[in-house]
């Protein structure tokens, strides 16, 4: 039968530009944030990651930028490439135990 | 980064059949692993913590016979779907936490497809 689920935002780039990928949080007592590729029919792969006690952290071509305030997360992709195209999920990590709470996922998609 | 196998890939299988899926953790060892479970176009939903030695913690709405964890050694934890029916078919995902750094590293998954 026909399954019933959500459909993914999807953010539409021109390859070379730079891309922001957004989040929002729930929990304000999260203290590890990160970004995850998922490519289709493959695992989550890690992008970068940030703690609570810092604002922004890059990496090569990826910065993540955390704002506390009001619990969002964003991943900025510089120079976007067609490999990029994926879909990005941000997660969030608590103070107490492991595990590790996903957002929805967005679509990036990369026009040549 | 670290190195997560899942393995198979891929299972098709006839209905009311048992499916194992292994999680090795390559090098490293993870005393505490985590399934997920995803639908299409949709996130990942955590299903499981597996710790080794000890049994495996559920979430809310995940039948814990249903979905057995093993994870009998520091590399290895294995989900067994029993009975599977096509409700079950869903790609499974598997993931460990690395000791040194707490970082998390997913396989490569699993889809099911259950006939």
């Known amino acids: 039968g026909e399954s019933v689920g959500l459909h993914l935002p999807t953010l539409s780039v021109q390859e070379g530009d730079n891309s922001i990928i957004n989040c929002a949080y729930s929990n304000s007592a999260s203290d590890y944030f990160i970004w995850y590729k998922q490519e289709s029919g493959k695992g989550p792969q890690f992008i970068i990651d940030?703690?609570?006690?810092?604002d922004k952290r890059q990496g090569q071509r990826v910065t993540v930028l955390l704002n506390k305030t009001v619990k969002h997360l964003s991943l900025q992709i510089a120079a976007t490439q067609p490999g990029d195209s994926a879909v990005y999920f941000c997660?969030?990590?608590?103070?107490?135990?492991?595990?590790?709470?996903f957002g929805g996922g967005t679509r990036l998609m990369v026009k040549p | 980064g670290a190195v997560v196998s899942q393995h198979p890939s891929w299972v098709i299988c006839k209905s009311g059949t048992s499916v194992k899926i292994e999680c090795r953790s390559l090098d490293f060892q993870a005393t505490t692993m985590f399934w997920y479970r995803q639908f299409p176009k949709q996130s990942l939903m955590l299903m499981a913590t597996s710790n080794e030695g000890s049994k495996a913690t559920y979430e809310q709405g995940v039948e814990k016979d249903k979905f057995l964890i093993n994870h009998a050694s520091l590399t290895l934890s294995t989900l067994t779907v029993t009975s599977a029916h096509p409700e079950d078919s869903s790609f499974y995902i598997c993931?460990?936490?690395?000791?040194?750094?707490?970082?998390?590293?997913f396989g490569s998954g699993t889809q099911l497809s259950v006939l």
């Open positions: 997660a969030e990590k608590g103070n107490a135990g492991n595990m590790l709470t």
């Open positions: 940030i703690r609570s006690n810092m």
């Open positions: 993931s460990a936490l690395t000791g040194a750094n707490e970082k998390l590293f």
